[in-house]
């Protein structure tokens, strides 16, 4: 038993279970603190240097980033990102909260777990191992489902992996690796809701959809926001989908289609490393601002 004293001069005591405890939480904080700084700050503050600087480690200002964004490659690279980030969200939000609805209505079935379970498989493979599966399923020659790109007009693999069907790829991709994990986070938020909440709704008549559309999703309005802000970071760091399908296409899908895949090249094919960091520092900005308008917007931390 430890002892504190209050400001009156009385004497408080705190349990040493909880002081033990205390410990233990600073403990975890500090290692997680120490990789933090480690694998996030001081990298992030090593790409801010190299991109206000140059070869010779001279300040340059703004040059490497006007540098790049002169380059021909980078409208198109923005625009590609911008749009697979559009195609990915909103089918993310859609049919995640979609599915974590119906599975939670189905809890009572029995059904659920096996779909939670079917769903999360495809987020155990690492996300090079995903897109060979995809690359196997998307080759008309031999993919199991042969017939069915055949009935879609598709004969050749680079008809498939044409520059126009590359976002909806990438999106379907996106979905099938990372929107089980999701699901599961979701409908855990759904079980958290109080079922007295639930309970009034169905004693003022509300349905099903009525129950999901007013209660629920408000509810789980948060959960959405912090699944956007982190699907957002991770889609604008696009990289493995479309540098495997360059590789694996021979050139057709451009080793220069994402933001990240320019970045890379200037790197290690242009030996330019400054430019390099500086579309990294650009990424990191776009995310940080998108993260900020959705927590200011949504009210993230507001209290309930």
């Not at 489902?145 to 680079?158: A, I, K, N, R």
């Not at 309005?221 to 760091?237: E, P, T």
């Not at 960091?277 to 309930?304: C, H, K, N, P």
Request: hydrophobic share 55%; proline share 4%; glycine share 10%.
């Amino acid at each position: 038993m430890t002892v504190t004293h209050s400001p009156a001069g009385s004497t408080r005591r705190r349990p040493r279970g909880v002081s033990r405890q205390s410990r233990a939480g600073a403990a975890f904080v500090a290692a997680y603190v120490v990789l933090l700084i480690a694998f996030g700050v001081v990298p992030t503050a090593y790409a801010v240097w190299f991109a206000f600087t140059d070869a010779q480690g001279a300040f340059t200002g703004l040059g490497n980033f006007v540098t790049t964004a002169q380059d021909f490659r980078f409208v198109p690279a923005l625009g590609h990102v911008a749009l697979y980030l559009l195609l990915w969200l909103v089918s993310l939000v859609v049919l995640v909260v979609g599915l974590a609805l119906l599975l939670h209505r189905m809890a009572s079935q029995g059904a659920s777990k096996t779909l939670r379970f079917l769903f999360y498989i495809p987020g155990a493979l690492a996300g090079a191992a995903s897109v060979l599966v995809w690359l196997f399923m998307l080759d008309p020659t031999v993919s199991p489902v042969s017939s069915l790109l055949g009935v879609l007009g598709y004969g050749t693999f680079g008809e498939v992996i044409a520059p126009a069907n590359l976002p909806v790829l990438f999106t379907g991709i996106a979905f099938w690796t990372g929107a089980g994990g999701w699901i599961v986070v979701i409908y855990g938020a759904l079980n958290n809701i109080p079922s007295d909440v639930m309970e009034a709704a169905r004693i003022d008549g509300a349905g099903p959809w009525q129950t999901a559309w007013r209660v629920q999703i408000p509810m789980l309005r948060k959960w959405i926001v912090y699944m956007v802000i982190l699907a957002f970071a991770g889609g604008a760091q696009l990289f493995v989908e479309p540098q495997l399908l360059s590789l694996a296409s021979v050139g057709v899908a451009g080793r220069d289609y994402s933001l990240n895949q320019l970045s890379y090249d200037f790197a290690f094919q242009m030996n330019n490393i400054n430019g390099a960091a500086a579309i990294s520092v650009e990424l990191l900005v776009i995310s940080l601002s998108a993260a900020a308008l959705f927590v200011t917007r949504s009210g993230f931390f507001d209290a309930d």
